[in-house]
């Protein structure tokens, strides 16, 4: 058994945030970055959505002939929870249990590699998740722009499309940067020989 799972102050490891999140599992950190990714950006399509749709809807009371092809604007937005989505299947494909199923390691196991997954997880789904918001919002403030413009002037339509096509590229570079930082992020599955 590890001495290092006998360095805790209170006999759950619970003396204070900084003893629960020094104790807690490299796993959960990497499922926690799991969840964080697929969740905010999951948040982040959503309140795009909320902020496309709700001008989209408004401005088409004035000219409903910009509601089939302002809808562009929702799909942009819905992409920034499909790139969660991609995200989490490939962190979930790296959670890898020990071949050895008993409840403490021994000494021999390469713990820094299981906290270097777990963090490295965690870093990854975090920053996803994130940029996936603010994605979300900037192509739903972008979207708002475009259905209310095109509602005004037809002629504004491929012009402001072209920005909202720039903001959507911010969620595919967060999930580049995404799988940068989890190409290295292996938990171990066998003792150190």
């Given at each position: 058994m590890?001495?290092?799972?006998?360095?805790?102050?209170?006999?759950?490891?619970?003396?204070?945030?900084?003893?629960?999140?020094?104790?807690?599992?490299?796993?959960?950190?990497?499922?926690?970055?799991?969840?964080?990714?697929?969740?905010?950006?999951?948040?982040g399509?959503?309140?795009?959505?909320?902020?496309?749709?709700?001008?989209?809807?408004?401005?088409?009371?004035k000219?409903?002939?910009?509601?089939?092809?302002?809808?562009?604007?929702?799909?942009?937005?819905?992409?920034?929870?499909?790139?969660?989505?991609?995200?989490?299947?490939?962190?979930?494909?790296?959670?890898?249990?020990?071949?050895?199923?008993?409840?403490?390691?021994?000494d021999?196991?390469?713990?820094?590699?299981?906290?270097?997954?777990?963090?490295?997880?965690?870093?990854?789904?975090?920053?996803?998740?994130?940029?996936?918001?603010?994605?979300?919002?900037?192509?739903?403030?972008?979207?708002s722009?475009?259905?209310?413009?095109?509602?005004?002037?037809?002629?504004?339509?491929?012009?402001?499309?072209?920005?909202?096509?720039?903001?959507?590229?911010?969620?595919?570079?967060?999930?580049?940067?995404?799988?940068?930082?989890?190409?290295?992020?292996?938990?171990?599955?066998?003792?150190?020989?």
């Open positions: 590890s001495s290092y799972s006998n360095a805790c102050a209170g006999q759950y490891c619970n003396q204070g945030w900084a003893e629960v999140l020094t104790h807690m599992s490299p796993y959960g950190y990497a499922n926690f970055g799991i969840a964080f990714g697929l969740g905010l950006s999951v948040v399509a959503a309140w795009g959505i909320w902020l496309t749709g709700s001008s989209l809807v408004g401005a088409a009371v000219a409903p002939r910009i509601r089939s092809k302002n809808l562009i604007s929702v799909i942009f937005c819905e992409a920034t929870a499909i790139y969660g989505v991609i995200m989490a299947i490939i962190l979930a494909n790296k959670v890898k249990s020990p071949d050895d199923a008993s409840y403490y390691l021994d021999d196991w390469d713990f820094a590699g299981f906290y270097y997954a777990g963090y490295g997880m965690f870093s990854s789904g975090l920053s996803v998740g994130l940029t996936n918001i603010a994605s979300g919002v900037s192509v739903g403030i972008a979207g722009s475009c259905a209310i413009g095109d509602a005004q002037d037809p002629s504004l339509f491929v012009k402001v499309l072209i920005v909202e096509i720039f903001a959507s590229a911010l969620g595919i570079f967060g999930i580049i940067v995404g799988i940068i930082q989890s190409n290295s992020c292996n938990f171990p599955i066998a003792p150190l020989e």
